[in-house]
């Protein structure tokens, strides 16, 4: 079966950390791009980051340059995003998803995963 699942979700208070995973089954991410979202409630989803299976590179959204970090690996088949320093508006529900690049369009991301809840308190 072909799916993402993310994992690491919780709750912190404002500056607190947070290690998201997307592991992938059913296939191989090499060559393929996994990408970062998050939705807050009443909000429109957005592209957090993404990181590439091909060469490691990496883009950020500008709100979360500095702080968040995103990383693969290759031999486990699973992306991370690392998130420091947090913010009540970091707060939502954190989706990965795949595709062949990390510059394509958010439409050309697919085989989403069912999200991981971030809550943070101030």
């Known amino acids: 079966q072909v799916r993402l699942v993310e994992s690491g979700g919780g709750s912190v208070h404002t500056g607190g950390s947070l290690r998201l995973s997307c592991a992938a089954s059913g296939f191989t991410l090499d060559y393929k791009s996994i990408g970062w979202f998050r939705q807050a409630p009443g909000k429109e989803r957005e592209r957090v980051s993404c990181v590439s299976f091909t060469d490691g590179s990496t883009l950020y959204e500008d709100s979360v340059k500095g702080r968040f970090t995103t990383s693969n690996d290759n031999a486990k088949n699973t992306a991370y995003l690392q998130m420091n320093d947090l913010k009540p508006e970091d707060a939502g529900t954190y989706y990965c998803?795949?595709?062949?690049?990390?510059?394509?369009?958010?439409?050309?991301?697919?085989?989403w995963g069912r999200g991981t809840q971030v809550t943070v308190s101030s």
């Open positions: 998803a795949v595709a062949w690049g990390c510059y394509v369009p958010v439409s050309e991301f697919g085989t």
